[in-house]
């Protein structure tokens, strides 16, 4: 994903890849509603919806099959569904035919990095490959190479933590010999498993082993047969695609930053299973960090902004760290007495209406809330303010398109949205020039009955002086254009209204927007890339919050760290 978000930015990137091919043994099964929203920003999101479940049911249940809790959200503020099951492998294909769309980005499998150095300017990385030793020198290195990263242990970074005493059975069939939707827990202190039918007709079985099996144990036809004999009859075929033994940790690492090395995915933070968050952790991450990287390279933001990725990231990571294990505590309890116990809290808060719709809707799941950073709360004025937190994404409609993504409509580069008001009448000249530089785009939102009024036809009509001209931005993507490498530094923009000229007039279809709108004081919200607000105002103090979030964007978290930014012709 960090590559095909970077090669959209015009980046010139190479992914070591250490296996020979695609890894194809069991790994995630759950996606949510913010990793589909990036592979929507990936371009990507049509080609990986095929191989997902939308709306998937997540039932945590006791060893009789009785419910025990629901997990049933109902909600797509974000443009998609919360639960999503899907397959990793097929999602992980999407991704690599995706990076075939850019002539500056290259895959090298069976490359194993051996070495890591750097200096002021640049990161030199040493591999092996089947042809000998190659040195690939690059601005930036980011280790994805997972809970094992040999790039976090060359940095001689801690990974703090614990690990499970018990490991989990996994293993992927096809032709689901249950065929029944959803997610299903079984909280059975005799042996706890899962049942999850995820698409194309393949059901994820996990069972815990208990004190003395093996992982040679459970590779036997035999065991698997054992195991599954109480949920599937012995009549029934089962078709074995691939099986892996785990063990989970719950890990953070001490830094996610050294110098030019980034740490991303699995090499900054491990995760229980329990709500699926470890793969989608990895997604956010590479968001974050993609378009900061791209802002750095491109000369919109100094190197010091980098910093903000861990301080974004870090405690976000945490607290789905934290969740995941107390999940995963309540779910592997083997005591007969502690499993009643917990089955009787849970029944009770399913007793509670309040209880049972925070349950269900699942508000429990730590939400991004960024403290700090590339943010500005200069001329907020909300509590809690909507600075730090996800944007919405409803449906709306623009003057040349009926009906789209909210997100699909502005682009993925920055965004000013302000309501009800042309931007460029409310911003000073100064304000409207840092927006420009940085290649923000001008965002009046109106109710969707309003997109047929011109200001400038309506002055125009009424004898009085022209109004400003909503100019002619019918919106859709438009990623910055790529980095000169005959002027480092420079930053082109593409699309109209990126960044001055027209203003981009959006219509609020279903009043999604309006809502949001009402429920906060601020009329003025600059959208960062990864759809996170930047910094919010009122229409009076828009100038000052822009200035604000300029001076933010560009010191990140200047402490610490710096390193230039001398490389922007080498690979990113």
């Known amino acids: 994903m960090l590559a095909n978000l970077l090669g959209l930015h015009g980046l010139r990137v190479r992914v070591l890849e250490a296996g020979p091919a695609l890894i194809?043994?069991?790994?995630?099964?759950?996606?949510?509603?913010?990793?589909?929203?990036?592979?929507?920003?990936?371009?990507?999101?049509?080609?990986?919806?095929?191989?997902?479940?939308?709306?998937?049911?997540?039932?945590?249940?006791d060893a009789k099959g009785r419910d025990l809790a629901r997990l049933a959200p109902p909600t797509a503020e974000f443009g998609w569904p919360r639960?999503?099951?899907?397959?990793?492998?097929?999602?992980?294909?999407?991704?690599?035919?995706?990076?075939?769309?850019?002539d500056q980005v290259k895959v090298d499998f069976s490359t194993r990095v051996t070495d890591l150095t750097q200096d002021a300017g640049a990161v030199t990385l040493t591999a092996e490959t089947p042809q000998g030793s190659v040195a690939v020198r690059a601005a930036y290195a980011v280790g994805s190479d997972g809970g094992s990263s040999a790039t976090r242990k060359a940095l001689g970074l801690g990974f703090d933590g614990t690990s499970a005493a018990e490991s989990w059975f996994v293993v992927d069939v096809r032709n689901d010999p249950l065929g029944r939707p959803g997610a299903y827990v079984c909280c059975d202190p005799r042996?706890?498993?899962?049942?999850?039918?995820?698409?194309?007709?393949?059901?994820?079985?996990?069972?815990?082993?208990?004190?003395?099996?093996?992982?040679?144990?459970?590779?036997?036809?035999?065991?698997?047969?054992?195991?599954?004999?109480?949920?599937?009859?012995?009549?029934?075929?089962?078709?074995?695609?691939?099986?892996?033994?785990?063990?989970?940790?719950s890990r953070l690492a001490e830094r996610f930053r050294h110098g030019r090395v980034l740490l991303a995915g699995d090499a900054a933070h491990l995760m229980p299973v329990w709500q699926g968050q470890g793969y989608n952790s990895g997604i956010r991450d590479a968001l974050n960090l993609s378009w900061?990287?791209?802002?750095?390279?491109?000369?919109?933001?100094?190197?010091?902004?980098?910093?903000?990725?861990?301080?974004?990231?870090?405690?976000?990571?945490?607290?789905?760290?934290?969740?995941?294990?107390?999940?995963?505590?309540?779910?592997?309890v083997t005591n007969r007495a502690g499993a009643a116990a917990r089955n009787l809290f849970f029944r009770s808060l399913s007793a509670i209406p309040r209880a049972k719709t925070y349950i269900v809707t699942m508000r429990f799941k730590p939400m991004p809330t960024m403290r700090d950073g590339a943010l500005t709360r200069v001329g907020s004025v909300s509590e809690p303010s909507p600075v730090g937190r996800l944007f919405i994404q409803p449906t709306v409609a623009t003057r040349a398109v009926a009906s789209a993504r909210l997100d699909d409509v502005l682009g993925p580069w920055f965004v000013l949205l302000v309501w009800n008001n042309d931007p460029r009448q409310l911003l000073d000249d100064?304000?409207?020039?840092?927006?420009?530089?940085?290649?923000?785009?001008?965002?009046?939102?109106?109710?969707?009955?309003?997109?047929?009024?011109?200001?400038?036809?309506?002055?125009?009509?009424?004898?009085?002086?022209a109004g400003?001209?909503?100019?002619?931005?019918?919106g859709g993507p438009a990623w910055p254009a790529p980095l000169d490498p005959a002027r480092p530094g420079s930053v082109g923009v593409a699309g109209?209204?990126?960044g001055g000229g027209s203003v981009l007039v959006v219509g609020d279809l279903d009043g999604s927007l309006k809502r949001w709108f009402d429920a906060h004081a601020e009329s003025v919200v600059l959208v960062?890339?990864?759809?996170?607000v930047g910094g919010a105002s009122p229409a009076h103090a828009a100038s000052d919050m822009v200035r604000a979030f300029d001076a933010a964007l560009r010191a990140g978290n200047s402490a610490g760290n710096s390193a230039g930014n001398s490389a922007e012709n080498e690979d990113a």
Not at 31 to 44: H, N, P, V
Not at 468 to 474: F, I, L, N, Q, W
Not at 528 to 532: E, F, K, L, T, Y
Request: proline share 7%.
């Open 292 to 332: 900061k990287l791209a802002a750095v390279c491109r000369g919109v933001a100094e190197d010091g902004l980098l910093d903000s990725y861990e301080s974004e990231r870090r405690d976000h990571a945490r607290a789905m760290i934290d969740l995941s294990t107390r999940v995963g505590q309540a779910v592997s």
């Open 24 to 61: 194809d043994y069991p790994r995630g099964v759950g996606m949510d509603d913010e990793t589909l929203r990036t592979f929507q920003t990936a371009g990507l999101v049509a080609e990986v919806l095929p191989h997902t479940v939308p709306h998937q049911l997540l039932v945590f249940v």
């Open 191 to 249: 042996r706890p498993h899962v049942s999850i039918s995820i698409p194309h007709g393949i059901r994820r079985f996990e069972f815990m082993l208990l004190p003395g099996e093996t992982e040679a144990d459970a590779m036997s036809e035999q065991f698997l047969a054992r195991l599954l004999e109480p949920i599937v009859p012995a009549s029934a075929k089962v078709d074995v695609i691939r099986r892996r033994v785990y063990t989970h940790h």
């Open 468 to 474: 400003p001209a909503d100019g002619v931005d019918h």
């Open 83 to 102: 639960r999503n099951g899907f397959v990793q492998p097929l999602a992980d294909r999407v991704l690599f035919e995706g990076l075939a769309r850019f």
């Open 496 to 498: 109209a209204g990126a």
């Open 528 to 532: 960062r890339p990864d759809r996170i």
């Open 430 to 465: 100064d304000a409207q020039r840092r927006l420009a530089q940085a290649g923000v785009r001008l965002v009046e939102v109106r109710p969707a009955v309003q997109l047929p009024w011109n200001a400038r036809t309506a002055d125009a009509e009424a004898g009085g002086p």
